[in-house]
T-cell receptor
Framework: GAVVSQHPSWVICKSGTSVKIECRSL??????MFWYRQFPKQSLMLMAT?????????EQGVEKDKFLINHASLTLSTLTVTSAHPEDSSFYIC????????????????FGEGSRLTVL | AQSVTQPDIHITVSEGASLELRCNYS??????LFWYVQSPGQGLQLLLK??????LVQGIKGFEAEFKRSQSSFNLRKPSVHWSDAAEYFC?????????????FGTGTRLQVTL
């Protein structure tokens, strides 16, 4: 089945630094990936849609200069949290669809393992 | 606008007991419905999905869900819960096709299993 992998799974950084989280589709090519943020005991909040070779589409209220998304290849999207602050501490999850399934791009999403960011 | 409601924030059941997690959705077209499970500190794993056909859908780990259009519901069930089923469960709705199509998730139901 389709596998999505995130790295790192856990990162701790100092306030003011930038952190990069990688999301890779291991056995398929993903023209679109999604980045979510999840607060403790809450649901997933869609932050942005990452598009290969073009700019990401951000959801309302998400600071695009704060959360930089780059989708440079069909198997890699990165989320960079710039000038991180303690309120950016959260669980970040990426997901993608596998266009090879039955030749139709179905709605099913495959998720990475998530990356927990702690900003001190 | 599409939306998903999971009315139960937290459910506790005894191991071996049956389970039903509720999900109600609002969607303007034919919905594509999902149930995902999330273990602590992990991403989401697909349990089952429904788009068309038989309204009773079988998934992994012994789970099933029934689509009821008249009630706009897609409740998840399991006849006998195992301690390893303790996790967070999310219902989601979205369109059937399109790489850029978004899924809308419910707020989740946390399942606790007592021995």
């Amino acid at each position: 089945g389709a596998v999505v992998s995130q790295h790192p799974s856990w990162v701790i950084c100092k306030s003011g630094t930038s952190v990069k989280i990688e999301c890779r589709s291991l056995d398929f090519q993903a023209t679109t990936m999604f980045w979510y943020r999840q607060f403790p005991k809450q649901s997933l909040m869609l932050m942005a849609t990452s598009n290969e070779g073009s700019k990401a589409t951000y959801e309302q209220g998400v600071e695009k200069d704060k959360f930089l998304i780059n989708h440079a290849s069909l198997t890699l999207s990165t989320l960079t949290v710039t000038s991180a602050h303690p309120e950016d501490s959260s669980f970040y999850i990426c997901s993608a669809r596998d266009p090879q399934i039955t030749g139709v791009v179905t709605g099913e999403l495959f998720f990475g393992e998530g990356s927990r960011l702690t900003v001190l | 606008a599409q939306s998903v409601t999971q009315p139960d924030i937290h459910i506790t059941v005894s191991e071996g007991a049956s389970l039903e997690l509720r999900c109600n959705y609002s969607y303007g077209a034919t919905p594509y419905l999902f149930w995902y499970v999330q273990s602590p500190g992990q991403g989401l794993q697909l349990l089952l999905k429904y788009f068309s056909g038989d309204t009773l859908v079988q998934g992994i780990k012994g789970f099933e869900a029934e689509f009821k259009r008249s009630q706009s519901s897609f409740n998840l069930r399991k006849p006998s819960v195992h301690w390893s089923d303790a996790a967070e469960y999310f219902c989601a709705v979205g369109p059937y096709t399109g790489t850029a199509s978004k899924l809308t998730f419910g707020t989740g139901t946390r399942l606790q299993v007592t021995l």
